[in-house]
């Protein structure tokens, strides 16, 4: 498959790096083709501006939307990485998507409502959380960690099987325990198309 990680953390010495280094050498080790959108890396600016809203809204494409589209086109596998702030993806992440997914490249509107367009075969959503899973259960929050993503998005524009996998407590894992979620995110890739 042909896989685009979308990941989202400042800190290249972060947890969450590990996790995109373990997920690319799976991924790369199962065959497949990878191509990283390192969002803080690459300065991308997640503000949608009026005046690119105001041209998307002829139908034309700004060339920095455009540019987007083709990466996520070109793949029929997605993964995104990042960490939980305030139940919800970092805002340049949440830019990425107001960016890209846009009204005739990620859905339609039609008479029976919005139709998803995206085909990609499958999507893997893996998150970092500082909380712990119990305090994320007792509280009903839970669907709120992963579920802006997987149903509100990713699912909205079309694509039809996708996972998610939450690690909870990460600054308090111990390094046996952040070595075993590395092997864990390395199997996934390997075994990505399965």
Request: aromatic share 12%.
């Amino acid at each position: 498959m042909r896989v685009l990680i979308v990941y989202a953390h400042p800190n290249p010495a972060s947890f969450n790096h590990a996790m995109l280094e373990y997920c690319q050498r799976g991924l790369l080790e199962g065959g497949h083709e990878v191509r990283v959108k390192d969002l803080y890396a690459e300065d991308f600016d997640p503000v949608l501006r009026a005046s690119d809203l105001a041209v998307l809204q002829t139908g034309v494409i700004p060339e920095k939307i455009r540019r987007e589209q083709e990466d996520l086109l070109w793949a029929n596998g997605l993964v995104f990485i990042y960490p939980l702030w305030w139940f919800d993806r970092p805002a340049i992440l949440k830019g990425w998507f107001d960016h890209v997914l846009t009204n005739g490249t990620a859905f339609e509107y039609s008479q029976e409502g919005v139709k998803g367009l995206l085909q990609h075969q499958r999507a893997l959503v893996l998150i970092t959380a500082g909380g712990s899973e119990d305090f994320f259960r007792k509280t009903d929050a839970e669907h709120l960690i992963y579920r802006p993503v997987t149903d509100g998005t990713l699912a909205f524009c079309g694509l039809q099987d996708v996972r998610h996998s939450i690690y909870y407590n990460v600054p308090a894992l111990s390094d046996a325990e952040r070595a075993g979620i590395l092997d864990n995110i390395a199997s996934m890739g390997r075994d990505f198309a399965c």
